[in-house]
């Protein structure tokens, strides 16, 4: 038993050092997979509580939000009001600050327009809730503004700038965060829609201006609601009492500002399960694309007694210890770059909490690779250990497919298209894999494609805001950083299958110039042969891109991408492909025929 | 050297390596095919008679010297004159016959006509001809594993014809072939012989070698005997070579 691990042990380590570059290619590839698994596992356990708590802490943050939102009568109000009043004092109520009276009113700065809650308050510090000044100062009096940190931000509006509120001028004292608000763009999660549009509340950010100016921005359409802040004993033990006060606890508001890293998880799981798709097609074309060289090992071994397992285990040896390296990196890679992920904003202080890999994530990273050396050498070790020896030893490589009807077509078509159908038709499941390969790739950049003219739409239509949303980009960034793996992935697929491809058809190339094609035309028809799956493959993208989109967006909207987006993809996909692939296919069908000939007599 | 030469070479010579390493292939070599005429090359695995082949159908590139083939210079051409050469004035016929397995015996055939960029009918009209002169047409639809050694060879040669080449190579074309199968390809031979195709054969089988009408004898790369036959091939090429039943 030992003498087989041995064996088996050096045969891997020997083929690894021989074969450096593939071993490099197929390690990045399993890295990738991998990294973005353990990533998208560690951010599973990650928050924001940390930032939240700390801005809890420096804005004296209360336990609970009451808003208040009468219909405007001033019979409601009065009542409302009278509610709040009680609850101020009700068992377990331990301090309290407001109601402050809010309004949504449009706002205008450094050439924007959005939504605005504003909201009422003292120049004093308030006991509950005193956002935390980070730039300039406090309200001054009466026509002077505090912007939220993330809302000043999107805006582009400093302290010492001007702002309009429903159309009268105010100066912006300061910029503040606070941990009553969620911050830009989701003030109105909490339940400001109910007075304003949905269009408009998805664009709103929070200011504070005095009492007086708070109330006096409001009007029929837009009346004034009410926050009551409040701190309890025990928040479990308190009761609304009233259909008119929506209660918002701190954990709630803490969830809503956790929300860009939940958008975030949820994107990196997607496209881990795309990147380990590829890591399994790469795997699944070397390990295929190898065999031929591998065959007369496999004989020898046979001849010298090896069993078919043993046979197996060799060949899965190698791609184990790649995914065991990968799978190690990987983790590590996930565990450093999730604290650049689950960075908080600038909507609270301080900076992102560092997740650590716990051993759920590192069991699962581990299994996921070695499942992937799995499945992607699966194929092509049964058949190896079934191969009958003899043809091992002659190494043979496995007859390619005939394709009756593609022969016959290819005939009525050009040389370069008939060679590069030959080519195709030879091994369709190498194609297939090329084709999935971009088909995820091509994917991925729709997806990306497709969310970020979402963006556009929400807040570049008539009547939006023109405003980045801070969410959105900090997804479009994961998704740009994955996308670019997923193309980095793709290319070394498509490497991997043009290194088969032409190892495979070196003699056929040879055959074809000896009756009389062109070089040209034999490295055209080769690079064809690769690029004619790749654009069915970014073909096939486009409505998987928009699905992955639908999905990370949770299935509520279906966009779609600009078409010249789309163009742009398959033109690109068939030039990446064509670049990648030609320089080995220039370089064996420049190679001189009889040698090329030879290699196969021999 | 005759002016009616379709091959003529002078100091052909192909070189591997460099310095201590440095191997003569072809060394120097002078040579003139007439057309019609069956010129057989013979000598020990490694003088540099397949070279020689490769070098003379434009398959590989000589190191120096000069090489005529129907009146236009092979070693200064581009590699797409090359490739019209081969396509238009040269066929092969491979020891390993060189078939594509995925393909049927006919559409093995008609390749090079679809290379040359003849519509599908018509190479497909020009490749069941030949596989009848080849005394194959009913093994048309077969794949290459499901025919015999000769029959393979025979389906090579036919695909060596499809161009209509001025000039035939054959490098050990029944050095894979048992006595039978030898027997049938010689004969095919014969009948290309008597057409008046030009053939140049490469083989270390001396029963092959009797029937041509030339035969050099190679060794290190260069010519050390050349008899004349004198014209045998017109009788039967498998009586002289022993082989007829």
Known sequence: MTGRLRLIGRLAARDLRRRRTEAFLLLLAFTAATATLALGLTLNGASNDQSYRQTRTATAGPDVVLSLNPDGSAMATRQGLAQLAALEHASGVTGHSGPFPATWVPLGGNGHTAGAQVEGRESAPASLDQPKVTQGSWLRGNGTAVLERTFAQALGVTAGGTVTLNGRSFTVAGIAVSAAVPPYPRVCDDGCEDTTSMQAGAQTGQVWVTEADARS???????????????????????????????????????????????????????????????????????????????????????????????????????????????????????????????????????????????????????????????????????????????????????????????????????????????????????????????????????????????????????????????????GQVMLVVTVMLGILAAINVVFITWASVHDVRVSSALARALGATPEQATAGLVAAQALPALGGAVLGVPLGIGLSAAIQHGTTVTYPPVAGILAVLAGTVTAVTALTTPAAYASNHRPIAQALHDQAT | ???????????????????????????????????????????????????????????????????????????????????????????????????????????????????????????????VELLEQVGLADRAGFLPPALSGGQRQRVAVARALASEPLLVLADEPTGNLDSAATLEVLRLFETLHEAGQTLVIVTHDARIAATADRLISMRDGAFVDETRLGGSAAGSLASLAGLDG
């Open chain 1, 217 to 475: 921005l409001a009007t029929r359409s837009e009346p004034l609601y009410y926050f009551l802040n409040l701190k309890l004993a025990d928040p479990g033990q308190a009761d609304a009492g009233s259909s008119d006060i929506t209660w918002n606890t701190w954990q709630s508001i803490s969830w809503l500002d956790s929300k860009v890293i939940l958008s975030e998880q949820n994107v990196m799981m997607i496209f881990s399960s795309l990147l380990g798709i590829l890591a399994i097609a790469s795997v699944a074309v070397l390990v295929g694309g190898r065999m031929a060289d591998q065959a007369r090992r496999v004989g020898l071994l046979k001849a010298v007694g090896g069993t078919p397992e043993l046979v197996a285990a060799v060949l899965l040896a190698e791609y184990v210890v790649i995914a065991g390296v990968a799978a190690v990196t990987g983790l590590l890679i996930g565990w450093a770059a999730a604290p650049l992920i689950t960075r908080p904003g600038a909507g609270l202080l301080g900076t992102g909490a560092s997740p650590g890999l716990t051993a759920g994530t590192i069991v699962v990273v581990m299994a996921v690779a070695l499942l992937i050396a799995l499945i992607g050498t699966f194929i092509p070790a049964v058949r190896a250990a079934r191969v009958s020896t003899i043809r091992a030893l002659a190494g043979s490589a496995r007859p390619p497919k005939r394709r009756a009807r593609l022969t016959a077509l290819s005939a009525r078509l050009p040389v370069v298209m008939l060679l590069a159908l030959r080519i195709a038709g030879r091994r369709p499941r190498r194609a297939a894999l090329n084709l999935a390969s971009i088909a995820i790739t091509a994917g991925g950049i729709i997806a990306m494609l497709a969310i970020a003219s979402t963006g556009r739409v929400s807040f570049l239509a008539p009547g939006g805001s023109g405003l980045a949303n801070p969410i959105a980009e900090q997804n």
């Open chain 2, 1 to 127: 050297m005759s002016d009616a030469a379709l091959v003529r070479a002078r100091g052909l010579r192909k070189e591997y390596g460099t310095g201590e390493g440095l191997v003569r292939a072809v060394d120097s070599v002078d040579l003139d095919v007439a057309a019609g005429e069956t010129v057989a090359v013979m000598g020990p695995s490694g003088c540099g008679k397949s070279t020689l082949l490769h070098l003379l159908g434009g398959l590989d590139r000589a190191s120096g010297g000069e090489l005529h083939l129907a009146g236009q210079r092979v070693d200064q051409m581009s590699e797409r004159g090359l490739a019209r050469l081969r396509r238009d004035t040269v066929g092969f016929v491979f020891q390993a016959f060189h078939l594509m397995d995925e393909l049927t015996a006919v559409e093995n055939v008609e390749l090079p006509a679809l290379l040359a960029g003849k519509s599908a009918r018509a190479a497909r009209k020009r490749a």
